[in-house]
């Protein structure tokens, strides 16, 4: 029976019906209506997922239950899988963010919070990480577990999710985050129940920092073997939400989880909401309709397509939507800049002017920032006048890390310095872009033309452009860097001359700058450690290996009905203490 068709034929039970819970049974699917007398119906023969999906698209998308707060959203670029192991987008992320729980958090101030830790000790020499572990969270519900009940979260369950993500049959994306760091043979140990134990090779502060993304996320062995490849698409987690269903490019349909250990500020049990449904319209055209139309709650950053009809130049809601939706803006960890080879070895470098300082400089002060961000970006983001760490991070600092603004003497002097005055027999140099930022470097070219810099745009595919950067082929390139976690070391290790492209795609080296970034890897204070960080970040600014752009900024539409919502400079979404009025 065509979907259309058997959506039509439920329509007298979703409408009689006000809570649903699904179960399986010998490859037969079911649906149990619970009424007061404790009756059910049963559907057979239809896969679940359209099954659950088609009562939720009647109980949510026609407001039958009006009792019930469903958020909704849409991932307009997919969603590849919901195994923490393979959370490295946004889309995977998010979701993942919603299901399980890591041992510190992030909380909205950027500091580390405890989560499923209560607390963490560190020994003398920065090597061992102890951590306590809460005794009263419990996996949700699900087949995986004795009886169908979810049973408690251990320090078991940490050792196990963490030597899963570096195992090579896992071929978790995020390795990265533990290998070369954590030591291969005693790294990972559970003490008690309640006691992890994590060893690094060499003191790195930010591992805590690192606990704290979505790859961390801690999961239940019995689950990963029960549903082997397909756990991709079976989440069991402790997170405030629990899975239902997920028709992959159709919906994925989330419901609060009634055993969630958070409470709020007053004693309630969180999360505020009864479930989450994500659709994956592919087209931002749609989104934003359904968005006006007031199925969806909210929208993500805003298609360049339809900003202007948003937004006024100077990034503020224009009068005809005031009132009717909120504009939420944020400081995001994402850096948008220009990078430029540096590595006196490679024949690209030392054939092309930009191998001299000067040059670089010049290029950092010949062009206007500010009204880039005006006129091409809505004011979305901030000029990038600062260091190469973005503003968002608490190490952040303009006042000590005094970045390049626009100053058409100085780049012309700085041009005269370097024996080329006004820009006489200066080569011109190539810039690689891609064909989003095409206007940008269209801009950028005809500001720095003025005072003598003649810039070629070339506009080449993101999979080129990747490709080149890694290998040491583009000299002059756009770039950006959004922060896996949130410490400045994410940003500067980008400069650190031991490692390779990437992450530094500039092959930048100076010795200085090695000594100060490994000091810093084994600063407890969090003061000090700022402190050097900051001195890194002049460096980069003095050496000019890059051109800072713009620090980027998170952009929400959200209806005014959507409370306790605020925005985050990771960009993670938090529903925990949402409301929906």
């Not at 560190?122 to 995986?144: E, G, H, K, Q, Y």
């Not at 202007?308 to 939507?321: A, M």
């Not at 490709?467 to 860097?481: M, P, V």
Request: proline share 5%; with cysteine; glycine share 4%.
């Amino acid at each position: 029976m065509p979907v259309k068709q058997f959506r039509s034929s439920i329509i007298a039970i979703t409408r009689k019906s006000k809570i649903f819970a699904f179960g399986e049974n010998e490859g037969r699917h079911r649906l149990h209506r619970f009424t007061r007398k404790n009756t059910f119906a049963v559907i057979k023969n239809y896969p679940l997922s359209i099954i659950i999906l088609s009562i939720f698209a009647f109980s949510c998308n026609s407001h039958e239950h009006a009792n019930k707060k469903i958020f909704h959203y849409n991932e307009s670029s997919g969603l590849a899988s919901l195994d923490p192991a393979f959370a490295k987008n946004k889309q995977v992320m998010w979701s993942v963010h919603q299901l399980y729980n890591t041992l510190v958090e992030i909380d909205s101030t950027m500091q580390l919070a405890p989560s499923l830790a209560k607390s963490w000790t560190i020994s003398p020499d920065n090597l061992i990480f102890t951590f306590n572990l809460r005794d009263d969270v419990f996996f949700a519900d699900d087949a995986c577990f004795t009886n169908n009940k979810g049973r408690k979260l251990t320090a078991h369950d940490v050792e196990y999710s963490f030597k899963r993500i570096v195992d090579k049959n896992t071929a978790s994306p995020g390795a990265w985050i533990f290998n070369n760091r954590v030591d291969s043979v005693d790294g990972f140990k559970a003490i008690d129940d309640t006691t992890f134990q994590l060893k690094l090779i060499r003191p790195f502060q930010s591992i805590l920092g690192i606990l704290s993304m979505q790859y961390c996320s801690v999961v239940p062995k019995e689950a990963v073997v029960k549903y082997g490849n397909d756990f991709r698409r079976h989440p069991v987690g402790s997170g405030p939400f629990s899975f239902v269903a997920w028709e992959e490019g159709q919906a994925l349909v989330l419901k609060k989880n009634p055993n969630y250990f958070e409470k709020d500020a007053e004693g309630k049990r969180l999360p505020h909401i009864d479930g989450i449904k994500v659709s994956f319209y592919d087209s931002k055209a749609t989104e934003f309709l359904e968005f006006q139309q007031g199925r969806l709650d909210f929208i993500d950053d805003i298609d360049p397509s339809f900003k202007d009809e948003v937004l006024t130049k100077t990034g503020n809601l224009k009068k005809i939507w005031e009132g009717k939706i909120e504009l939420q803006k944020q400081p995001y960890l994402n850096i948008e800049y220009l990078g430029i080879l540096v590595d006196e070895q490679n024949p690209l470098v030392k054939n092309s002017p930009l191998h001299l300082q000067k040059i670089r400089q010049a290029i950092n002060y010949g062009f206007d920032r500010r009204k880039m961000m005006l006129y091409l970006r809505n004011s979305i983001g901030i000029a990038a006048e600062s260091g190469f760490v973005p503003c968002g991070l608490p190490s952040f600092d303009s006042v000590n890390v005094k970045g390049y603004q626009y100053n058409v003497a100085k780049a012309k002097q700085l041009l005269a310095e370097a024996g080329y005055a006004d820009g006489k027999n200066l080569p011109a140099i190539k810039l690689l872009t891609i064909p989003i930022y095409g206007d940008l470097g269209s801009y950028i070219a005809n500001e720095l033309r003025q005072i003598g810099i003649n810039i070629e745009v070339e506009v080449v595919q993101k999979s080129l452009l990747l490709e080149q950067t890694s290998k040491s082929q583009a000299l002059f390139f756009r770039g950006s860097w959004i922060a896996d976690y949130p410490d400045a070391e994410n940003y500067l290790s980008v400069f650190y001359s031991k490692n390779p492209a990437p992450p530094n795609y500039t092959r930048y080296k100076n010795a200085a700058y090695d000594l100060l970034y490994e000091k810093a890897l084994s600063e407890k204070n969090d003061s000090l450690r700022y402190t050097l960080y900051q001195q890194m970040d002049r460096l980069i600014i003095e050496d000019a290996p890059v051109v800072p752009l713009w620090y980027d900024m998170a952009i929400h539409l959200v209806h005014t009905n959507i409370k306790n919502f605020p925005p985050n400079s990771l960009n993670l979404l938090e529903l925990r203490k949402m409301r929906i009025e």
